[in-house]
């Protein structure tokens, strides 16, 4: 892969999708899982927030290394299993694949560790990290785009983290609770999925990525409460069927996502799926997981003007990077 074919708005990955498989040798389950967590020198919001920003590095390789495999295919391979049957068979989408997998496995146990407000937007920086990448793979310096959006996503996310002041909550919800809660994503991820439909490509684009972001925050949740289950031993995971519904909306958003990465749309198809995913998973930590956030109109005033300046700059980044790379028009 050339410097020509880089594109580091490509980066943006909202959360991977690969079943996790991690070896335990012979302790327990549970003790493994959260051992050091009560130590001093790993609290578990620090080990939380660095396997986050981790993963969000993995996905950001993995997302540029996937999104030139899925751009070479035809286009009646979207939303269709057959799309993902054929990347299998594209040496560097395998290897971002692979980079998802490591991706997952650290936001997995990030999510065992922190609450869905904190990791979850942290993956947004997964750009960050793609500005340097990106400039020094093409032999370019950063512009002043380039570090007007940096800013405005480091601040935005900092000053919603600041003034959230996020805590734990609870691990699980009721029965209830995650009928309504998967219903009601499966429905909004559904109608976005039938609006796409046309000849318009980057229409097609926006609205499967943004029913990729809704699908991914839903499987966020899953994967909080799938981690919690390790706790118990293997057997509690496999006998609770969070992970087996993880399993299908993970696979259902890599195949919403491989298919906005295919409408070839960048400027709007990854920033809106990066956006809306921990958007989403915000408001499913806070109201179903109960994972308190500041709450007085102040409070909550200035949360939301962070997170709109923190999605401006993702926006800024995508969009500049995106012309840049490709400055003719949006395939048709």
Not at 63 to 77: E, F, I, K, N
Not at 278 to 298: Q, Y
Request: charge should be neutral; proline fraction near 5%; glycine fraction near 10%.
């Amino acid at each position: 892969m050339g410097a020509e074919g880089f594109e580091p708005s490509c980066l943006l990955r909202p959360q991977g999708l690969s079943p996790l498989c991690l070896p335990f040798h012979h302790a327990p389950i549970g003790a493994v899982w959260h051992a050091g967590a009560g130590h001093a020198r790993y609290p578990r919001q620090v080990l939380a927030v660095l396997c986050a920003l981790g993963s969000s590095l993995l996905y950001a390789l993995a997302s540029v290394l996937q999104h030139r495999g899925a751009t070479d295919q035809p286009d009646d391979q979207s939303l269709k299993v057959g799309l993902l049957v054929r990347l299998a068979h594209h040496p560097a989408w395998l290897l971002g694949l692979a980079c998802d997998v490591g991706g997952y496995v650290l936001q997995f146990v990030a999510l065992g560790h922190g609450a869905l407000v904190v990791v979850q937007p942290l993956l947004v920086c997964g750009l960050l990290f793609a500005l340097p990448i990106g400039a020094a793979w093409a032999g370019r310096r950063l512009t002043r785009i380039d570090w007007i959006g940096a800013v405005l996503v480091c601040a935005g996310l900092g000053v919603f983290l600041a003034v959230a002041s996020p805590a734990a909550g609870r691990n699980d919800t009721g029965s209830r609770s995650w009928a309504v809660l998967l219903i009601a994503i499966a429905a909004v991820g559904g109608l976005l999925t039938l609006l796409s439909r046309g000849p318009d490509h980057r229409r097609r684009a926006v609205l499967l990525a943004a029913a990729a972001g809704v699908i991914y925050g839903g499987a966020a949740a899953l994967t909080k409460t799938s981690s919690h289950l390790l706790d118990h031993g293997l057997l509690s995971v496999v006998t609770h069927w969070q992970p087996y519904v993880l399993v299908v909306y993970g696979a259902t958003g890599m195949l919403l996502a491989q298919s906005a990465f295919q409408a070839g749309a960048l400027d709007f198809s990854l920033p809106t799926m990066t956006v809306l995913d921990p958007i989403v998973s915000i408001v499913i930590g806070a109201g179903l997981f109960h994972e308190t956030i500041a709450a007085h109109p102040e409070d909550v005033a200035l949360e939301t003007v962070s997170l709109v300046v923190m999605s401006a700059g993702v926006w800024l980044l995508a969009r500049y990077e995106a012309e840049r790379s490709h400055p003719g028009p949006a395939r048709a």
